[in-house]
C-alpha cells in the first residue's frame, strides 16, 4: 500500500474500489496499477472504469482519489 502526501494519510492498493472527479464527472473504478509520471514522477493509479468497455483505464493521480462510495 502507498501513503499519498495530502492532508490527510489515505492508503491505495491494487483491487481497491475508488472514485474520483473528473471533467466529465464523478467516475469510479478498481484499482489495476500504480504507476509514476514519466514527465514529472507524480504516482497515478491505473483504475478500470465501471460502465465501460472492458479494459478502459484512466490515470488517476493519487491525490484525486476520494475516498469510495459504499
Do not use: C
Amino acid at each position: 500500500m502507498l501513503t499519498t502526501l495530502t492532508d490527510s494519510p489515505r492508503k491505495i492498493a491494487l483491487g481497491d474500489r475508488v472514485t474520483f472527479d473528473t471533467d466529465e464527472g464523478y467516475q469510479a473504478g478498481i484499482v489495476n496499477d500504480l504507476r509514476r509520471d514519466v514527465g514529472n514522477g507524480e504516482l497515478h493509479a491505473w483504475v478500470e472504469l465501471d460502465h465501460h468497455w472492458a479494459g478502459m483505464f484512466r490515470a488517476v493521480p493519487l491525490a484525486a482519489i476520494l475516498p469510495a462510495l459504499s
